[in-house]
């Protein structure tokens, strides 16, 4: 049992349990009193109730002690939940394995073959024999 004082009127009002139903209005003001301020926490819903489909996700009481957040919709499921409460969906999905497909990349072209180097040695060879001839014929000619 709880007692509960109405913060607008300050009726004690005595609940069986804190639900969120019809039944838990202040008599006097009508105000909502499972609104009012309670170190009792509230009665979750049963698990897979119609009340739990047609609430904002999130607002499913005053004192949920270890939940988890659905990943799908955003409720407050208990830890012990496998599938959420309020859209269905696992609390623990799988994830999913993306197949990477590679393509063939053909190999690059090989590389232009380096430019032939001059070859110096055999032309200063011949240039140097020319020489020594026309001196030679100068000389004894």
Known sequence: MADIICPQCGLITTLPGIQRASTEFCTHCDYPLFWAPTAVPMATQSVGSDSTLRRLPGAGG????????????????????DFCTRCGSEMDPQPVLEIEIEEEIPPPPPPPPPPKKFNWIPWAIAGSVLILLIVLSIAFG
Do not use: Q
């Not at 005053?62 to 939940?81: D, F, K």
């Open 62 to 81: 005053r004192m949920l002690i270890g939940t988890r957040v659905c990943p799908v919709c955003g409720e407050l499921n208990s830890i012990v939940e």
